[in-house]
């Protein structure tokens, strides 16, 4: 008997006697003994499942993943800084006070000596240039209303990233599930090539033999591929979902066990946002992606960049403004030695600066500050193009995948299983090649899988158009409902 086959029939029952049995008989026992397997297997794995905890769902994965997340906890951190540098620009420069002893004897340093000496004490304030210090401070106020926008830009591209990975671990998982529920078949396969060998009765090829056990080899080695495939991504999914230093920056974390994920059996049904953009058979007016588009958070954030480097080139050409400057002083002066009372002295002066030389100055500043504005200019230009540029892409995979999904539902599926039993009921009936049986099943089976991931794919697309249109992060991958991989 093959290594890899665990034959249902007694060790020591001679294999004459095993196939003194007609094939009918013998595939009769074989799908009863597959059905108890595949049974057995489903009830030990929900009995795994229970004793493991509940199983992680799509939308349970992003909302640990937004839990869990340190960039937005230090995006709010950066706001508070910028708002805090607002109100601190916006305020006067400290006034000087300036404290001296004027005029005083050489000869002697008496106080009293001289008509001129006094002790003087001076307060000078600096008023900046124009409207300066209003302009700081509203640049930087605008400049701080980029975060919120930049943490749901955050969260929406954390719902997209967690999304592919779990969808990624979900086809992974539901492919070794079929292939799993497949294996038992195969493995008798190789039973009955063997028993049928073995006998000086049966029709069995030694080429039949080999290409059965090759077959479940190679499953075995496909089985293998797939778990290291659903390791990766469940490891890589930790990375957003697991507590791993979170308390670090916050008392509100979720507590997960990275090395107990295991993923839901159901695949969501995202819902598909403004499914008319892709229902039309006309191309779709660009001035309505365009005002869509205007409205994405990463779009928003940039626009307000702008409006905060508008505000910085007004600031530049505040420097055109002379900057004025108030002071004043008080100088007290001591009785003459003839007891003849003098007169304290009180000063105020006006300064400001000329700035009359500006070409290599003032000029070149504003220069700089347009330059920044036109430069975030083309980068928002630069978004809007690769958004419009991703939506026709995704659209164009969407129509495709929905296409391919309806001829795998509607033709592909039904005529493979059609063909598996066709050939298996040619085989039972000595009418039929074994080579044929196996061939048959593996092709049923890949396409199963292929069905399997373009169900998944289509999740996909839709996740990443809804990205492009989102109005909450919340959204993007909210299912309408949930479907197993049986009802796919």
């Known amino acids: 008997m093959s290594k890899f086959a665990k034959s249902n ?23 009863i003994a597959i059905t108890i397997s595949v049974l057995l297997t489903t009830n030990s794995a ?27 906890k230090g995006n709010e951190h950066s706001q508070t800084k910028v708002e ?47 409207k300066s210090l209003s302009l700081s401070r509203e640049k930087l106020n605008t400049f701080a209303k980029q975060y919120p926008y930049q943490r749901e830009d955050r969260k929406a591209q954390l719902a997209v990233k967690i999304s592919q990975l779990w969808l990624s671990a979900y086809q992974e998982q539901e492919s070794i599930r079929l292939i799993e529920k497949d294996r038992s078949l ?15 009765k049966g029709k069995t090829r030694q080429q039949d033999l080999i290409r059965a056990q090759l077959e479940l080899t190679r499953l075995e080695d496909r089985l293998t591929m797939l778990n290291q495939n659903l390791e990766a991504n469940l490891k890589q999914l930790s990375e957003f979902i697991s507590n791993y230093y ?43 992606l365009f005002e869509l588009f205007m409205k994405h958070p990463a779009v928003n954030a940039l626009s307000m960049r702008i409006k905060a480097e508008e505000l910085g080139v007004e600031l530049a ?75 026709e892409t995704q659209k164009t995979q969407l129509t495709r995948l929905n296409q391919r999904q309806q001829l795998y539902t509607n033709q592909l599926l039904p005529q493979m299983n059609e063909q598996a039993e066709a050939s298996l009921t040619a085989y039972t009936n000595d009418d039929g090649d074994f080579a044929e049986v196996v061939r048959a099943r593996i092709a049923e ?22 990205y492009l249109f989102m109005n909450d992060a919340s959204e993007i991958a909210a299912s309408t409902l949930e479907i197993t991989n049986d009802q796919q």
Do not use: C
């Open 9 to 31: 029939f007694d060790k020591h029952t001679p294999v004459a006697v095993i196939y003194s049995f007609s094939k009918k008989q013998l595939f009769t026992q074989l799908f």
């Open 46 to 72: 929900k009995a795994s499942g229970m004793e493991s905890g509940a199983p992680l769902s799509l939308n349970q994965a992003i909302q640990l993943g937004l839990q869990n997340d340190p960039w937005l």
């Open 84 to 130: 805090s540098m607002a109100i601190s620009a916006g305020q006067l420069p400290d006034p000087k006070v300036s404290l001296g002893l004027a005029n005083i004897g050489a000869d002697s340093f008496d106080f009293g000596q001289e008509p001129m000496t006094q002790l003087k004490v001076g307060v000078s304030q600096m008023i900046p240039r124009g």
């Open 186 to 200: 195969f493995e008798h396969l190789v039973d009955v090539a063997e028993a049928s060998y073995s006998s000086v």
């Open 246 to 288: 979170v308390d670090q920056y916050t008392e509100n974390y979720a507590d997960v066990s990275v090395s107990d994920i295991y993923l839901s059996n159901k695949l969501p049904s995202i819902e598909l946002h403004y499914k008319d953009l892709y229902t039309k058979n006309s191309d779709n007016d660009t001035g309505k």
């Open 317 to 391: 050409e505040q420097k055109y403004k002379p900057a004025w400057g108030l002071s004043t002083s008080y100088g007290y002066r001591a009785d003459g030695d003839n007891n003849m009372s003098r007169a304290d002295l009180f000063s105020v002066g006006v300064t400001f600066d000329l700035p009359i030389f500006t070409k290599n100055r003032q000029d070149q500043d504003l220069k700089a500050a347009v330059s920044s504005l036109d430069s975030i200019e083309t980068q928002k230009w630069q978004l809007l193009r690769k958004l419009m540029s991703s939506y």
């Open 445 to 466: 089976l890949n396409a199963q899988i292929d069905a399997l991931k373009i169900n998944v794919s289509i999740q996909k697309t839709i996740i990443k158009l809804n």
